[in-house]
Every structure is written in structure tokens, then in C-alpha cells.
């Protein structure tokens, strides 16, 4: 049975594909950092590698820059599966380092499978072309690695600062909301008053009226 090694440090998400694959007929392999991924590729030989990029211990990046310079596993297509490609260093990283296809996590599912399907497809028919590892790329890569890194930082600086905003503004809203709601037990309680004095009225000009 063919192999497919995940690598992903989400035991949930790995569940899932073992799931998948092994519904396809492939056998799974599994890697929860880069470190292991390669000692597990190296043993095993998968047909594809199927990576998160943000894992401990080594990252999706230097894991593909580590595949690319082992004769063994260079030629094994090489898939990024992430949530960060919508900056753009990551996504320019991830074509430099040779990377066969990239897909985000919220893909549906029936899509995922027909993408690996086509890498597979294009690996089998000679289609996917790797290039030479080459030292002198060694700073280019380490650059690009580390602007990647900075534009994640910068980007999840922004979303927290956003989220802390959003975090903000319900809490005024939830406030806004109790203080509302107060208001209308507040008048609630003023209306019942009201129509109990008014009613005591009624009471005291009807017996006003039947008094001698």
C-alpha cells in the first residue's frame, strides 16, 4: 500500500486524514514537527508529503528546504496544507522552495482529495519538474524564510489588535444591552406603579361617591 505522510502537530486534523485516505486506499504516516517528518521519511519513503507550516521543534518551510536537499526524498512531491497562505511572503517562500501545490484549510474536503489526486497524477506522469538544491541559495532562502516569518508576526499583531477592537465592542454592546434591559425593568416596575395608583383612585373616588 502506497504511503502518505502527514505532517501536522493537530492529532484531530490527522484523525481526519488518516480517514480519508486510508478510505482511498493509501496507507497514512504521521508527523507532528518537521524533525520527526524526516527521520519517518527517510524510513518509509512516502509518495507525497502533506505539510502544516507551523509545527515546533522545525517548521513546514525548513522541513521542504530540508527535503530538498536530501537526494532520497526531493524527487517526493511536496504539499504545504495551512491556514497562513494568504500573505504573500508565505506564499513566495513556498514557490521558491519548490513546493508542488498548497492548500488552506478551509478547503471542503472533496476538493482536498482532488487536488492531492492531480499532484499524484502529475508526479506519476513525469509532469512535476524539482530543481537542483544549490548551496549559494542557502542566505536567499534563509532571507525569504525570515521575511515570511516577520510578515506572520506582523499580520497576527494586526489580528490580535483587530480581535482585542471586536472584544471591545461587544463588551460595550453586552453593556449597552444590561443597561437597556435595565431601563425596561425600571419602566416596567414605574407602569405597574402607576396603574396601582390609579387604581387606588378609582377605589377612593368610588367610595367617595357612595359616602353619605
Same mark, same amino acid.
Do not use: W
Given at each position: 500500500?502506497?504511503?502518505?505522510?502527514?505532517?501536522?502537530?493537530?492529532? %484531530?486534523?490527522?484523525?481526519?486524514?488518516?480517514?480519508?485516505?486510508?478510505?482511498?486506499?493509501?496507507?497514512?504516516?504521521?508527523?507532528?514537527?518537521?524533525?520527526? +517528518?524526516?527521520?519517518?521519511?527517510?524510513?518509509?519513503?512516502?509518495?507525497?508529503?502533506?505539510?502544516?507550516? #507551523?509545527?515546533?521543534?522545525?517548521?513546514?518551510? %525548513?522541513?521542504?528546504?530540508?527535503?530538498?536537499?536530501?537526494?532520497?526524498?526531493?524527487?517526493?512531491?511536496?504539499?504545504?496544507?495551512? +491556514?497562513?497562505?494568504?500573505?504573500?511572503?508565505?506564499?513566495?517562500?513556498?514557490?521558491?522552495?519548490?513546493?508542488? #501545490?498548497?492548500? !488552506?484549510? !478551509?478547503?471542503?474536503?472533496?476538493?482536498?482529495?482532488?487536488?492531492?489526486?492531480?499532484?499524484?497524477?502529475?508526479?506519476?506522469?513525469?509532469?512535476?519538474?524539482?530543481?537542483?538544491?544549490?548551496?549559494?541559495?542557502?542566505?536567499?532562502?534563509?532571507? !525569504?524564510?525570515?521575511?515570511?516569518?516577520?510578515?506572520?508576526?506582523?499580520?497576527?499583531?494586526?489580528?490580535?489588535?483587530?480581535?482585542?477592537?471586536?472584544?471591545?465592542?461587544?463588551?460595550?454592546?453586552?453593556?449597552?444591552? #444590561?443597561?437597556?434591559?435595565?431601563?425596561?425593568?425600571?419602566?416596567?416596575?414605574?407602569?405597574?406603579?402607576?396603574?396601582?395608583?390609579? #387604581?387606588?383612585?378609582?377605589?377612593?373616588?368610588?367610595?367617595?361617591?357612595? +359616602?353619605?
Amino acid at each position: 500500500m502506497e504511503k502518505i505522510l502527514i505532517v501536522d502537530d493537530n492529532d %484531530t486534523l490527522v484523525s481526519s486524514f488518516e480517514i480519508i485516505f486510508r478510505a482511498h486506499g493509501f496507507e497514512t504516516l504521521y508527523a507532528s514537527n518537521g524533525f520527526d +517528518a524526516m527521520v519517518l521519511a527517510r524510513l518509509n519513503r512516502p509518495i507525497l508529503i502533506i505539510s502544516d507550516i #507551523q509545527m515546533p521543534k522545525m517548521d513546514g518551510f %525548513t522541513l521542504c528546504r530540508e527535503c530538498q536537499k536530501d537526494p532520497l526524498l526531493r524527487l517526493i512531491p511536496f504539499v504545504f496544507y495551512s +491556514a497562513i497562505f494568504s500573505e504573500i511572503k508565505s506564499r513566495e517562500l513556498a514557490h521558491s522552495l519548490g513546493v508542488d #501545490q498548497f492548500i !488552506s484549510k !478551509s478547503t471542503d474536503p472533496d476538493e482536498f482529495i482532488g487536488i492531492i489526486a492531480e499532484v499524484l497524477e502529475d508526479f506519476k506522469s513525469g509532469k512535476l519538474q524539482k530543481s537542483e538544491y544549490r548551496e549559494k541559495d542557502e542566505l536567499e532562502f534563509y532571507k !525569504s524564510y525570515s521575511e515570511a516569518l516577520a510578515s506572520n508576526l506582523e499580520d497576527k499583531i494586526v489580528l490580535a489588535e483587530i480581535n482585542k477592537k471586536l472584544q471591545k465592542e461587544i463588551e460595550e454592546r453586552r453593556n449597552a444591552v #444590561q443597561e437597556l434591559n435595565l431601563l425596561k425593568e425600571l419602566c416596567a416596575a414605574k407602569t405597574k406603579e402607576l396603574e396601582d395608583i390609579k #387604581q387606588e383612585l378609582k377605589a377612593l373616588k368610588k367610595n367617595a361617591v357612595k +359616602a353619605p
